[in-house]
């Protein structure tokens, strides 16, 4: 199956600090990825959608100023999380498709963020 | 607006059977996808239905009834392993996924 990265696993940082994180399509063209929040015990939230060469569709609620989303190229999206507070803490789960019709998306490991 | 509907946990007992159901109800469908995620991990896909019927995978079964907007996942020979939460999703007419809550599954010795 398709394989998707994200990268680091794992940030610690301090609080005002912004945090970049990387979502890959190893072995596929993604025309449109996904940036998800997972808080603990809950369900995935979708925050963006990100097509490939233009601006991000932002979910009602997320603030697009704080979460930059860049989807430069098929292969690589990514997201900013700008001044980041310690209620930004979470896990953040991305994932891509291969298109319209063909909508199953491929998940990346995810990004456990603490922010102290 | 749009809503999926999925017991919020279930638990079962190693070696049995446990069906997890899901209805939903929205703006046009395109297939309804069940995934697996164990905690602190990432999503993993089990299953996708777009027509009626029974889709059956190893020891993992998918059914769909678009008539009735409802959907159940069914695991068999329950493994130790297989706790996990239970994720169901409908791809809308836009093709946007609309994620349940998911069904966090305990299974016991």
């Known amino acids: 199956g398709a394989v998707v990265s994200q990268h680091p696993s794992r940030v610690i940082c301090k609080s005002g600090t912004s945090v970049k994180i990387e979502c890959r399509s190893l072995d596929f063209q993604a025309t449109t990825m996904f940036w998800y929040r997972q808080f603990p015990k809950q369900s995935l939230m979708l925050m963006a959608t990100?097509?490939?060469?233009?601006?991000?569709?932002?979910e009602q609620g997320v603030e697009k100023d704080k979460f930059l989303i860049n989807h430069a190229s098929l292969t690589l999206s990514t997201l900013t999380v700008t001044s980041a507070h310690p209620e930004d803490s979470s896990f953040y789960i991305c994932?891509?498709?291969?298109?319209?019709?063909?909508?199953?998306?491929?998940f990346g490991p995810g990004t456990r963020l603490t922010v102290l | 607006g749009q809503n999926i509907d999925q017991p919020t946990e279930m638990t079962a007992t190693e070696g049995a059977i446990v069906q997890i159901n899901c209805t939903y109800q929205t703006s046009g469908f395109n297939g309804l996808f069940w995934y697996q995620q164990h905690a602190g991990e990432a999503p993993t896909f089990l299953s996708y239905?777009?027509l009626d019927g029974l889709e059956e995978k190893g020891r993992f079964s998918s059914f769909l009834s678009r008539s009735k907007g409802y959907s159940y996942l069914l695991l068999k020979e329950l493994q130790m392993k297989d706790s996990a939460s239970y994720l169901c999703?409908?791809?809308?007419?836009?093709?946007?996924?609309?994620w349940g809550a998911g069904t966090k599954l305990i299974i016991k010795p």
């Open positions: 999703a409908v791809s809308d007419s836009n093709y946007q996924l609309i």
């Open positions: 994932s891509a498709s291969l298109g319209r019709e063909n909508n199953e998306q491929f």
């Open positions: 239905n777009v």
């Open positions: 990100s097509n490939e060469g233009s601006k991000a569709t932002y």
